[in-house]
């Protein structure tokens, strides 16, 4: 189910983060307490796929996580772009592959945060790691938000 905010998400429990793309997943999950966010490898998705929705639920299911945050790019002024679109379509997708609760998180320059706290990383390692490390901050800024409600 989709939530709107994070008032009814689990406050325990494994954490699943994602960064959404077109070519790559990022994947990000909490410890069960939610102290502590550990990357996971990045799917990478050949030209065409459309199973991400499958992938990012069976990722679930083996993670054994109660509930999915993914990260939603906006514009620096809040608009919506073509990929806001493309990554609510993945959502409407995922929920039919689970039953976990999903919420939604603006997100925009996470990928300049988490290239920031990578240091200086060689550009095959940069591509390599940059979309789980940004899904690492989605998750660390939902679990703020998640404390928080």
Same mark, same amino acid.
């Given at each position: 189910?989709?939530?709107?905010?994070?008032?009814?998400?689990?406050?325990?429990?494994?954490?699943?983060?994602?960064?959404?793309?077109?070519?790559?997943?990022?994947?990000?999950?909490?410890?069960?307490?939610?102290?502590?966010?550990?990357?996971?490898?990045?799917?990478?998705?050949?030209?065409?796929?459309?199973?991400?929705?499958? #992938?990012?639920?069976?990722? $679930?299911?083996? !993670?054994?996580?109660?509930?999915? =945050?993914?990260? %939603?790019?906006? *514009?620096? @002024?809040?608009?919506?772009?073509?990929?806001?679109?493309?990554?609510?379509?993945?959502?409407?997708?995922?929920?039919?592959?689970?039953?976990?609760?999903?919420?939604?998180?603006?997100?925009? #320059?996470?990928?300049?945060? $988490?290239?920031? !706290?990578?240091?200086?990383?060689? =550009?095959?390692? %940069?591509?390599? *790691?940059? @979309?789980?490390?940004?899904?690492?901050?989605?998750?660390?800024?939902?679990?703020?938000?998640?404390?928080?409600?």
């Amino acid at each position: 189910m989709i939530l709107p905010d994070f008032k009814a998400f689990p406050r325990s429990g494994r954490i699943l983060g994602i960064d959404w793309g077109v070519r790559r997943i990022g994947v990000a999950v909490t410890d069960p307490d939610m102290n502590f966010v550990f990357v996971r490898d990045t799917i990478l998705l050949p030209r065409g796929a459309k199973n991400h929705a499958v #992938l990012v639920a069976d990722i $679930a299911e083996v !993670e054994k996580v109660h509930g999915i =945050v993914v990260g %939603l790019p906006v *514009r620096g @002024d809040g608009s919506e772009s073509e990929t806001t679109v493309m990554v609510r379509e993945f959502v409407l997708q995922l929920e039919k592959e689970t039953d976990l609760p999903i919420c939604m998180l603006e997100e925009n #320059l996470t990928s300049v945060q $988490a290239q920031s !706290e990578m240091g200086r990383t060689r =550009v095959s390692d %940069l591509k390599e *790691r940059l @979309d789980s490390e940004s899904a690492r901050v989605i998750l660390e800024n939902a679990i703020a938000m998640i404390k928080r409600a």
